[in-house]
């Protein structure tokens, strides 16, 4: 599986964006996918998982503001993010959920004013 991830952008407080990740490969229904993020000078972190059964899993950070979905037809994973806040700032990375994780790629930069 090759991951893409696109949609990121500069975005007022409270506004709203939509990710999403691209998949490639004969094996995107066999895999739970999540959405990561990185701000400068953190750790990586989870931001959202969904399995292959279509269970959702968020950080508590984004919980009521986030929703991970799957559409196994197009192979594509979608994060709504809204009421977003600078703290969202981040790069958003897609991968494997909850592993083990392949490459990262270059993710896509959230950019959130206050």
């Known amino acids: 599986v090759q991951l893409q991830a696109s949609g990121g952008g500069l975005v007022q407080a409270g506004g709203s964006l939509r990710l999403s990740c691209a998949a490639s490969?004969?094996?995107?229904?066999?895999?739970?996918f999540g959405w990561y993020r990185q701000a400068p000078g953190k750790l990586r972190e989870l931001v959202a998982g969904?399995?292959?059964?279509?269970?959702?899993n968020y950080a508590d950070s984004v919980k009521d503001r986030f929703t991970v979905s799957r559409d196994n037809a197009k192979n594509t994973v979608s994060l709504q993010m809204n009421n977003l806040k600078p703290e969202d700032t981040a790069v958003y990375l897609c991968?494997?959920?909850?592993?083990?994780?392949?490459?990262w790629g270059q993710g896509t930069l959230v950019t959130v004013s206050s």
């Open positions: 991968n494997l959920y909850p592993g083990p994780y392949i490459g």
């Open positions: 490969g004969s094996t995107f229904g066999s895999n739970g």
């Open positions: 969904i399995s292959r059964g279509g269970i959702t």
